[in-house]
C-alpha cells in the first residue's frame, strides 16, 4: 500500500518561509503527477501546486511567485518552498498523489 508522509510545517511569522516534505513509500514518477493541497479551517480543500513527472509544474493564483514545488526521485521525494507567508497561507497542507493518494498533512500556521 502507497505511503505519503508529510513533514516540515510549523508555526512561522508573516514573511517567512517553510519547507514542506513528502515521502513516498516507491519512485515518486511511478505516480505521473504529485502535488500539494491545503485545507483551512471551515473551508474546502483546495489546490495549492502540482508536479508531473515530465517536470511539468503548476500552481494556484494564490500561490504563484512565493510557492515551488518540486521532486527529487532518488529520495522518492516531494518539496513544497514557501516563501514569503501570509496569514492566508494558514492551513493543514496535504500531500496528494494520482490514484486518489493522500498523505495525514501537516499544519501550517502563519502568525505573528
Known amino acids: 500500500q502507497v505511503q505519503l508522509v508529510e513533514s516540515g510545517g510549523g508555526l512561522v511569522q508573516p514573511g517567512g518561509s517553510l519547507r514542506l516534505s513528502c515521502a513516498a513509500s516507491?519512485?515518486?514518477?511511478?505516480?505521473?503527477?504529485m502535488g500539494w493541497y491545503r485545507q483551512a479551517p471551515g473551508k474546502q480543500r483546495e489546490f495549492v501546486a502540482t508536479?508531473?513527472?515530465?517536470?511539468?509544474?503548476n500552481y494556484a493564483d494564490a500561490v504563484k511567485g512565493r510557492f515551488t514545488i518540486s521532486g527529487d526521485n532518488a529520495k522518492n521525494t516531494v518539496y513544497l518552498q514557501m516563501n514569503s507567508l501570509k496569514p492566508e497561507d494558514t492551513a493543514v497542507y496535504y500531500c496528494?498523489?494520482?490514484?486518489?493518494?493522500w498523505g495525514q498533512g501537516t499544519q501550517v500556521t502563519v502568525s505573528s
Open positions: 496528494y498523489a494520482a490514484g486518489g493518494r
Open positions: 516507491e519512485s515518486i514518477f511511478s505516480f505521473g503527477v
Open positions: 508536479f508531473a513527472r515530465s517536470g511539468v509544474t
